[in-house]
């Protein structure tokens, strides 16, 4: 036998393995395997965000209401990136690999990236033409419009990278492969810091470029993930390879990612949508309420790598049973998955909730802006467990290529909490207590009607 050929066969035998253990396995063992390396390396990721932002505050209260300003933006390119797109890649990938198509899988990993390009120059584009009304319209004026449009403009403007380090990550995560995406994250948490805090600040020799700063670390930092990613996925040792003669353009490829991508990216823009009907609402109670809005906002970030890990391990254990016709394990997996992301959500959002004295101020000590953080963190910490719930089984779907009804959903969340938040503020006259109030209400829809869906056979139809 030759060299080539022994590759293969040890390259097929340890995909049939691994393909083997997500159809069989026991699922929660199975699940916290999966989804263990990559809640260790969003953790890090997160406070690594809670740090820049510390490092963000210690330039004052405008940059700090700035960036809160610019996160629907930000927010939603990486929602699209890592999210819509990342879970649809991961989706079509684990389900090729469940049908034992590994061709399909290495055509599928050129079709994504022709996705990210596209979704990156859109972004930009868009941004050029409206960014500045939009972060107008949201309350944006004088040195925090300028702040909050700097920041934008540099970050998008180096969107592509973002958007392939999304992608090529869900593929390896799609073929089953948590630990090198896990890695890989920690490794770009320290280097992000390193650079967030010489970029921002000027330690370590770096200028001193301000708000802005944040920005360059973070697309150098993706930068560095990417072409982490490709070296990995051309190396021998990858069950599905990028490679150049792999290259197509083909309908019912671009057809399957999307049939997960498009409807998957309504949920950004409504969750965005959320967001900014929040930053508008509460920016009419001046920069304190924006900025404490902001921290408490990056604080919730503590729970995205619970969710997004074990969230991400469902897609591909989904997928995979969907692909291989097995419906029954695949809901049993929904099931145990979201009960576990719903359950560690819910004890870190009380956990916060009991304590906000002790974190708020690391933050800040302007004591209009710690009530308001304090008053965001308690009426909504405790419904992160509804939060949990339904994202981890939004990713669940997007694994099942069924979206129908988590964008239904996720629309209708939206819709509640925007009259409720509006009835609130120019109706009732309650405030931002009122705002945070009709946010803590959509939550609690949100995750009650994505377990009722999952129950009455969503994935079935």
Known sequence: ISTMSRQLISKYISMEKRTEQLLKDPIFPLLIRMSAPNTVAFLINAFVVLAEFWFIGQLGLVPLAAITLAFPAIMLTQQMAFGALGGAVSSSISRSLGANNINRAEKLLWHSLYISSFGALAFFLVFIFFGKWLLVTLGGSGALLEESLKYCLVYLSGGLVVWFS??????????????????????????????????????????????????????????????????????????????????????????????????????????????????????????????????????????????????TAMTTMVGTNIGADNIDRAERIGVVGASSAGLLSGVIGLILALTPDIWISIFTEDQETLMVTKQYIQILGVCYLFQGLGLSLYFASQGANAMKWPIIITALRFFVFTIAALISVYWLSTGLVGIFYSSAGAMILFGILMVVALKKGAWRK
Not at 208 to 236: D, N
Not at 287 to 300: D, F, K, L
Request: proline content about 4%; charged content about 10%.
């Open 166 to 311: 999304g992608s090529l990550t869900a593929a390896l995560r799609g073929m089953g492969d948590m630990q090198f995406p896990a890695k890989l994250t920690v490794i770009c948490a320290g280097i992000q810091i390193f650079l967030s805090s010489g970029f921002i600040l000027g330690w370590f020799g770096f200028p001193k470029l301000g708000l802005v700063g944040s920005a360059w670390s973070m697309i150098i930092t993706s930068s560095f993930m990417a072409v982490a990613c490709v070296m990995k996925l051309i190396s021998t040792k990858s069950p599905v390879k990028l490679k150049i003669q792999k290259i197509t353009f083909e309908k019912n490829l671009f057809k399957d990612i999307f049939s997960v991508a498009l409807p998957a990216s309504l949920s950004p823009i409504f969750t965005v949508g959320t967001v900014l009907v929040l930053t508008g609402l509460i920016g009419q109670f001046g920069t304190s309420a924006i900025a404490g809005y902001g921290i408490g906002s990056r604080v919730e970030f503590l729970l995205i790598p619970i969710v997004f890990s074990i969230g």
